[in-house]
């Protein structure tokens, strides 16, 4: 949790309001908390490190920008993408943080194909440093040679999809994730009984099917 939202937890929790968490868990609301509604973080790693694994036909040196470090979300998404390949000719030669923002992943993936320019793939897993990774690999005149697995799709990442800037990504549903909220939230308040977890699917987008992942 952000230590900036920590004073309005803290007024919820004395207050014995409901709280339903979404796109990832709160820890500490105890009976404030109804359930939490995000992506299942470990499917989505595996569903990109199987993609990666394919696309690579097993052989390959991969990058990741790993996000922002000790973040559970960025470890499950890194982690089990990892465990897709593992005991196949893939290796990470790489991994560094991004901080999950454009100008860090900008920098470390530059700095990861000057440390290693037989890297073929840069995992990211956040969705601005994709936008960084992507930069850099232009800057550096790498455009087509270097591929780029992202995690999350905004709309700038379904451009880049699109015009073969990146090859595929893992969506989350964030408009389904928000009406379970709600569906959720009105559960919990009317005695129903809420499950402690809800997830809102994922899916690998490519540029075969990007057209029909906008807003979703």
Not at 60 to 71: A, D, R, S, T
Not at 72 to 82: E, H, K, S
Not at 151 to 166: C, M, P, Y
Request: hydrophobic share 40%.
């Amino acid at each position: 949790t952000l230590p900036q939202y920590a004073p309005t937890l803290r007024r919820l929790i004395a207050e014995h309001i409901p709280v339903v968490a979404v796109d990832g868990d709160i820890s500490g609301l105890g009976p404030s908390r109804i359930t939490s509604v995000a992506t299942n973080e470990v499917l989505g790693g595996a569903q990109a490190g199987d993609y990666i694994k394919k696309y690579l036909h097993r052989h390959g040196n991969v990058g990741i920008l790993v996000g922002i470090p000790g973040l559970q979300l960025n470890l499950d998404r890194t982690q089990y993408a990892q465990a897709q390949w593992a005991g196949t000719g893939i290796r990470v030669v790489a991994s560094l943080p991004s901080n999950c923002d454009d100008v860090t992943g900008l920098n470390a993936t530059k700095d990861m194909l000057t440390a290693h320019p037989n890297i073929n793939l840069i995992y990211t897993a956040c969705t601005q440093a994709t936008d960084g990774a992507i930069q850099a690999i232009s800057e550096l005149g790498l455009a087509g040679k270097i591929k780029v697995v992202g995690f999350g799709v905004i709309e700038s990442e379904l451009t880049a999809i699109l015009a073969g800037k990146e090859l595929a990504a893992i969506a989350e549903f964030t408009r389904r994730m928000g009406q379970l909220a709600v569906v959720k939230a009105f559960e919990g308040l009317t005695r129903h009984t809420v499950p402690a977890s809800v997830y809102s699917g994922s899916a690998v987008v490519t540029k075969s099917n990007a057209a029909g992942f906008s807003n979703n």
